[in-house]
Structure formats: structure tokens, C-alpha cells
């Protein structure tokens, strides 16, 4: 069974900076595109970033030139370096990743549990 974990929320002052990991494990054949979501209270949950299994990158702009989206393919793993945190980054962030397990014959969207990111003013 495939699962994403993610790691690295907290509390954190505005300015300050933050790196969340998203680890996948399980039987997993290869893995596509990689993305960050995030979810604040009341609101719709947004795409923030995106990663093809190339490298390529994209950035919501509400978050360009501050955070940046990675991959180690040998971890199955992706991270966001968030920098100059603000209060409106606050959100429960997920990761997504297109996944082919062992089972299946594609790709399936697999989505982690979430980790909370608060910013105090």
C-alpha cells in the first residue's frame, strides 16, 4: 500500500522560514508529478507548487520568489523550502504525487494526511 507523510509544519514568526518533507513509501514502480496543496480555514484548498518527474518547476504567485519545490527521487521524497513566511501562508498543506504502485497499471493520485503551518504576526 502507497503512502505520502509529510513533516516540517509548526509555528512560526512572519519573516521567518519553514521545510516541509513529503516522503512516499510502499510498492511504488515510479513516480510522476509531485505537488504542494494547501487548505486554510474556510477556504478552498489551493495549488501552490508543482514538480514534474523532469524537475520542471510552477509556483502559485501568491508564492513566487519565496518558496521553492524539490525532489530526491532516489527518497521518493518532496520538500518545500518556504521563506519569508506570512501570516496569509497559514494552512494545513498536503502533497500530492501521481504514483503507479505495484497494483495498478497506472497512475494514481495518492494524497497525504496534511501538516499544519501557522504564521504569527
Known amino acids: 500500500q502507497v503512502q505520502l507523510v509529510e513533516s516540517g509544519g509548526g509555528l512560526v514568526q512572519a519573516g521567518g522560514s519553514l521545510r516541509l518533507s513529503c516522503a512516499a513509501s510502499?510498492?511504488?514502480?515510479?513516480?510522476?508529478?509531485m505537488a504542494w496543496y494547501r487548505q486554510a480555514p474556510g477556504n478552498q484548498r489551493e495549488l501552490v507548487a508543482t514538480i514534474s518527474g523532469g524537475g520542471t518547476t510552477n509556483y502559485a504567485d501568491s508564492v513566487k520568489g519565496r518558496f521553492t519545490i524539490s525532489r530526491d527521487n532516489a527518497k521518493n521524497t518532496v520538500y518545500l523550502q518556504m521563506n519569508s513566511l506570512k501570516p496569509e501562508d497559514t494552512a494545513v498543506y498536503h502533497c500530492?504525487?501521481?504514483?503507479?504502485?505495484?497494483?495498478?497499471?497506472?497512475?494514481?493520485?495518492?494524497w497525504g494526511q496534511g501538516t499544519q503551518v501557522t504564521v504569527s504576526s
Open positions: 500530492n504525487a501521481e504514483i503507479r504502485p505495484a497494483v495498478a497499471v497506472g497512475f494514481v493520485a495518492y
Open positions: 510502499g510498492s511504488i514502480i515510479r513516480i510522476n508529478a
